[in-house]
């Protein structure tokens, strides 16, 4: 193992611990060995509980604490001057005791790092929520953060609303990336520290699957609204056991009208935006015969005849605006199976129709576009939208949902596989 160390660029501490035998202090020594050269450090440790009696026992003696050697390490901050990424992974989150001196002793080292990852929280004193002073005292160089992990694994280890804002407060330079996934509550606290760092962001993604936790639509559209430097914006759910995407930006928020003028206001992140992700719900669709759709919405109708087209048409406006745009996916496919047992997912009934008609022809600006997901959607593309969008997005690569989401898919997607089989077409 001490020969592989100095060698290594990415690497992965998985395996179970026990503080009382000294396990950490060998742990401590093999990471000494790890070379000038270490990009990306992740740690996957599980921490042994003790029985009740016996750590009693060990308290008594005053054996329950990690053993110490001597400190024969490198200078503090310098054993790894490469290293950019440190990625905690908890595989448990048991009240067992936390080797608080192993743990300092790992973020001196890390004065470099720029990227950090925690994906669960449990224990109020771990390692993981520790960090956010050690961010502050020794990590000045953090741009980037990514906070939570998919539903199953973390259901019952949510990072709340307070310890985000916490992390998020942990940042000298300003953030460039934050990423929450599921479990990662984001609310009131969290928007005021993020709010600091609007003039540096650039990337923001959004997949936490309970709307009860996750930004309103004033908070989205606050990002949207006055981060000039933004090009990533995804609000879209990444979860492997969802039934339901959320519907968190109503067709209203999106438009994002002057109620004055009733003009599409001017977002900051016009002319920079690369990447949106979104799911743009609640658009009336008197097209359809099915009343539920995934994000649980039911019955949309009209107040009035053409009502849905006019807000599609806003959509589309909306879209339009965003010129520089590569990716663009306005549905959702939950990676739940038929043979799941939390199979369930239904489609997105009232969203985009996707059709000329509806007033796709609005994005004939983005000659940027080369990605393009309708997953779970209802559209109702056809051979004549195949066609005007290989005319007009010149730079299309794939497409994501063609197969089970358009009234007319089978002819479109033979269409292009006949005169374009050069683009992808995808399941999602």
């Not at 992740?42 to 029985?51: A, G, W």
């Not at 990444?238 to 039934?243: E, L, S, T, V």
């Not at 599609?312 to 739940?336: C, F, K, M, P």
């Amino acid at each position: 193992m001490e020969a592989i160390l100095p060698r290594v660029r990415h690497l992965t501490v998985e395996a179970n611990y026990d503080i009382r035998f000294g396990g950490l202090h060998t742990l401590r020594h093999l990471l000494d060995q790890c070379s000038t050269a270490l990009e990306k450090l992740t740690f996957e440790i599980e921490y042994q509980p003790h029985d009740d009696w016996y750590h009693r026992l060990l308290e008594a003696r005053g054996l329950n604490k990690e053993i110490e050697g001597p400190d024969t390490s490198k200078s503090e901050g310098m054993a790894w001057p490469s290293l950019k990424e440190l990625v905690l992974q908890p595989r448990n989150c048991v009240d067992a005791p936390q080797p608080t001196e192993f743990w300092t002793w790992v973020y001196k080292r890390c004065g470099r790092v720029q990227s950090l990852e925690v994906s669960k929280i449990k224990n109020l004193q771990g390692p993981e929520v520790a960090i956010t002073d050690a961010a502050l005292a020794h990590m000045p160089n953090l741009v980037n953060i990514t906070l939570g992990c998919d539903t199953f694994a973390g259901r019952n280890f949510p990072i709340r609303d307070n310890q985000v804002a916490t992390f998020l407060g942990g940042s000298r330079k300003g953030w460039k990336a934050v990423r929450l996934k599921s479990k990662a509550r984001f609310q009131s606290q969290s928007m005021k520290i993020l709010e600091k760092h609007f003039s540096t962001l650039e990337v923001f993604e959004v997949g936490v699957s309970d709307t009860q936790y996750g930004p309103t639509n004033e908070y989205l559209l606050q990002v949207l609204n006055s981060c000039p430097k933004l090009h990533t914006f995804m609000d879209n759910d990444q979860d492997y056991y969802i039934k339901h995407v959320h519907d968190r930006l109503l067709h209203s928020a999106f438009i994002d009208k002057d109620p004055v003028t009733g003009v599409l206001k001017t977002w900051a992140c016009e002319p920079s935006l690369k990447v949106l992700k979104v799911c743009v719900a609640n658009i009336p669709r008197p097209d359809m015969t099915d009343t539920a759709d995934v994000t649980g919405t039911m019955n949309v109708q009209e107040r009035y005849p053409g009502q849905g087209r006019e807000i599609q048409g806003y959509v589309y406006d909306r879209i339009a605006r965003l010129v520089n745009l590569e990716t663009l996916w306005l549905g959702h496919r939950s990676y739940i199976g038929p043979g799941s047992p939390y199979y369930g997912t239904k489609d997105q009934i009232y969203c985009l129709e996707m059709s000329l008609e509806s007033g796709l022809h609005k994005l004939a600006g983005l000659k940027n576009l080369e990605e393009l997901s309708v997953s779970g959607m209802k559209t109702r593309i056809g051979v004549k939208e195949v066609q005007w969008m290989v005319e007009h997005w010149p730079k299309l690569q794939i497409i994501y949902g063609l197969y089970e989401s358009s009234y007319d898919g089978k002819a479109a997607v033979e269409w292009l596989k006949v005169h374009y089989p050069e683009i992808k077409l995808m399941r999602l």
